[in-house]
């Protein structure tokens, strides 16, 4: 399945079924659903030539590794209408493109079921912006968007890994461990003048250098280990 031209549906779904044949999309092509975006390419895969971007009113399913080629980013972004609903789930990706310098993703919810190998390219998983959203790092407390040290080990990148930022309104660590490739790793609560990071779980943090950043404070009620630079900010701007 080839897609030169961008696609958008107005009222349903927006499915794309490759087979075995996988399917794949053009440079720069946007894919747009008012409902939800499915991509199915059974035993094949998925091609993305960067610039591109994905998003969903609802949730975002990939069921197999994607393969992403093409320079700039790649934007995935479900939950578009900021209602709190919209999982994006994806199967593994891979950037093998040199000139893909940033792949950005965004959601109520996420279920990472295969790795997500970034290279040298930046990566960003945030939440969708939906009011009061909570992203939870670590072991899962059974609310908000949870991020478990099984997806983290799977977020892969020389570069920098950010969790959270714009559209995330409260950040809980919660016995997280990392101890990944990441140059830098990036802890952001940044949604509103509210918004609050939290580490209430004993956590762990290997890396060359953590960032820690909120508008509205952040509150150490557990200890927190990092086996690099620490900067913490909690009056972010």
Same mark, same amino acid.
């Given at each position: 399945?080839?897609?030169?031209?961008?696609? /958008? /549906?107005?009222?349903?779904?927006?499915?794309?079924? $490759?087979?075995?044949?996988?399917?794949?999309?053009?440079?720069?092509?946007?894919?747009?659903?008012?409902?939800?975006?499915?991509?199915?390419?059974?035993?094949?895969?998925?091609?993305?030539?960067?610039?591109?971007?994905?998003?969903? *009113?609802?949730?975002?399913?990939?069921?197999? %590794?994607?393969?992403?080629?093409?320079?700039?980013?790649?934007?995935?972004?479900?939950? %578009?209408?900021?209602?709190? +609903?919209?999982?994006?789930?994806?199967? $593994?990706?891979?950037? &093998?493109?040199?000139?893909?310098?940033?792949?950005?993703?965004? =959601?109520?919810?996420?279920?990472?079921?295969?790795?997500?190998?970034?290279?040298?390219?930046?990566?960003?998983?945030?939440? %969708?912006?939906?009011?009061?959203?909570?992203?939870?790092?670590?072991?899962?407390?059974?609310?908000?968007?949870?991020?478990?040290?099984?997806?983290?080990? #799977?977020?892969?990148?020389?570069?920098?890994?950010? #969790?959270?930022?714009?559209?995330?309104?409260?950040?809980?660590?919660?016995?997280?461990?990392?101890?990944?490739?990441? +140059?830098?790793?990036?802890?952001?609560? #940044?949604?509103?003048?509210?918004? *609050?990071?939290?580490?209430?779980?004993?956590?762990?943090?290997? *890396?060359?250098?953590? *960032?820690?950043? =909120?508008?509205?404070?952040?509150?150490?009620?557990?200890?927190? /280990?990092?086996? $690099?630079? &620490?900067? =913490?900010?909690?009056?972010?701007?």
């Amino acid at each position: 399945l080839f897609v030169n031209g961008s696609l /958008t /549906t107005t009222v349903s779904d927006l499915v794309l079924d $490759g087979s075995s044949a996988g399917v794949t999309a053009g440079v720069g092509r946007k894919l747009t659903s008012a409902a939800n975006l499915v991509v199915a390419a059974g035993s094949g895969f998925v091609r993305v030539t960067a610039p591109a971007s994905w998003q969903a *009113v609802g949730h975002i399913s990939i069921d197999t %590794s994607v393969k992403v080629f093409g320079v700039g980013s790649f934007a995935l972004a479900a939950d %578009s209408d900021n209602s709190g +609903a919209g999982t994006l789930s994806t199967a $593994g990706m891979s950037v &093998l493109g040199a000139g893909v310098d940033l792949i950005s993703m965004s =959601a109520a919810d996420y279920s990472i079921g295969g790795a997500v190998q970034a290279g040298s390219a930046s990566l960003t998983l945030d939440a %969708s912006g939906a009011p009061g959203s909570t992203l939870v790092l670590g072991t899962n407390t059974g609310t908000g968007i949870e991020l478990d040290n099984t997806e983290l080990s #799977l977020l892969v990148t020389s570069a920098t890994l950010t #969790l959270g930022g714009n559209g995330t309104h409260s950040f809980e660590v919660h016995a997280a461990t990392y101890a990944g490739t990441a +140059a830098v790793l990036q802890l952001q609560a #940044l949604a509103s003048s509210i918004a *609050v990071l939290r580490v209430d779980g004993v956590s762990s943090l290997t *890396v060359p250098q953590a *960032v820690l950043q =909120a508008r509205a404070g952040i509150n150490i009620s557990a200890p927190l /280990t990092v086996a $690099g630079h &620490l900067a =913490a900010d909690g009056a972010r701007a």
